[in-house]
């Protein structure tokens, strides 16, 4: 009898499990129906963030129209604030979302967003702005989209130095046998500045270009930061600038802004980016060149990411990551 009693409750005991988790599984299926991505971003003023917030909001709807699935796409700015990111963050988390994409205020400072997310269990897809590589290596639900930034250099560099090439005098303004140049950086702990200002002027030196530093400043990536720099510059050396290299296209319209007020027609500047303006400068014949970021592209690979992350499945073999965690967006030339 008490044998008979064992085996029905253990009948009944299997008979539960199986039918929780079922209840699990549809609830699950159910959720998968309906997606909810938190999204903050550094600023909510960068033309090239918002070039690419511009573009994962597009590329959601299209996602939603295709497959019913619906998505929360909540997207904040962080103000350049990083405890207001924190906070963002913490938000995102209490509010269920399924996976997290976030534009760091401070790269250096990711392990408090990290902690949060872990803890939670919610992964993080980072962008534009790298954590430091300790910082990604501390969990494995970590990703990072973003432009190779020593490619973004090389690229930049190749279109001064094909320039020069085909036409020595359309650099070396003044014949005096020197380029002449000015560089205008972004931020300074940015992965990006720090790198492509290292490599653009290598690539230019690597070209046999004779080049010849006037001055070179920090203008944060703002357009209106880098003309007051390059107004002062022109002030100071009057010697004639006859290159401009920016890391991004925003600095470089700044400085194009200071050369339209003065008059001033004949300098190169270089930027990168490839934003809606930068595009339209280059087509003006304002801009000699740019390095355009596939926008269409970053965006579809940060959304793609989230989405299979959301899904709880792994990422798409397609992305091809590098290290299994970091994907980045082509870019080329356009003059
Ligand atoms: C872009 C800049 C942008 C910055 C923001 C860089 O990769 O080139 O235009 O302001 O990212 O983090």
């Known amino acids: 009898m008490n044998r008979l009693r064992a085996v029905w409750l253990a009948v009944v005991l299997a008979l539960t499990l199986m039918l929780s988790s079922g209840c699990e599984q549809a609830k699950q299926q159910e959720e998968k129906q309906s997606l909810r991505i938190g999204v903050s971003l550094y600023r909510g003023d960068d033309t090239f963030i918002n070039n690419i917030r511009a573009e994962l909001e597009k590329t959601a709807k299209a996602y939603e129209q295709e497959t019913g699935v619906k998505i929360k796409l909540d997207v904040q700015e962080a103000r350049g604030n990083q405890n207001t990111q924190n906070n963002q963050v913490e938000r995102f988390i209490s509010l269920g979302c399924d996976v997290l994409c976030v534009n760091m205020v401070d790269r250096t400072g990711a392990s408090a967003i990290i902690?949060?997310?872990?803890?939670?269990?919610?992964?993080?897809?980072f962008f534009n702005r790298q954590p430091v590589d300790e910082d990604?290596?501390?969990w494995d639900q970590l990703y990072y989209v973003g432009v190779d930034p020593k490619e973004s250099a090389l690229l930049q560099g190749k279109?001064?130095?094909?320039?020069?090439?085909?036409?020595?005098?359309?650099l070396d303004l003044n014949g005096d046998g020197?380029?002449?140049?000015?560089l205008l950086e972004g931020e300074p702990n940015h992965q990006d500045s720090m790198i492509r200002t290292e490599w653009s002027v290598q690539t230019l030196k690597d070209g046999g270009l004779p080049i010849e530093k006037i001055a070179g400043g920090i203008a944060n990536w703002e357009r209106s930061q880098a003309s007051a720099m390059m107004e002062q510059w022109l002030e100071k050396y009057p010697g004639p600038v006859e290159l401009v290299i920016s890391n991004n296209d925003d600095m470089a319209l700044g400085a194009i802004d200071t050369l339209d007020r003065k008059g001033i027609t004949s300098v190169c500047v270089v930027g990168i980016d490839g934003t809606a303006p930068g595009l339209?400068?280059?087509?003006?014949?304002?801009?000699?060149?740019?390095?355009?970021?596939?926008?269409?592209?970053y965006a579809r690979a940060i959304f793609s990411m989230a989405v299979d992350k959301a899904m709880g499945q792994d990422i798409r073999p397609e992305l091809e990551l590098e290290n299994g965690k970091y994907y980045r967006c082509p870019q080329a030339i356009i003059r």
């Open 115 to 125: 902690e949060k997310a872990m803890t939670a269990g919610v992964p993080v897809i």
């Open 136 to 138: 990604m290596d501390r």
């Open 159 to 170: 279109i001064v130095v094909d320039l020069y090439r085909e036409n020595p005098e359309a």
């Open 178 to 182: 020197r380029i002449s140049y000015v």
């Open 280 to 297: 339209e400068a280059v087509k003006a014949g304002k801009m000699c060149g740019t390095v355009s970021s596939d926008k269409e592209q």
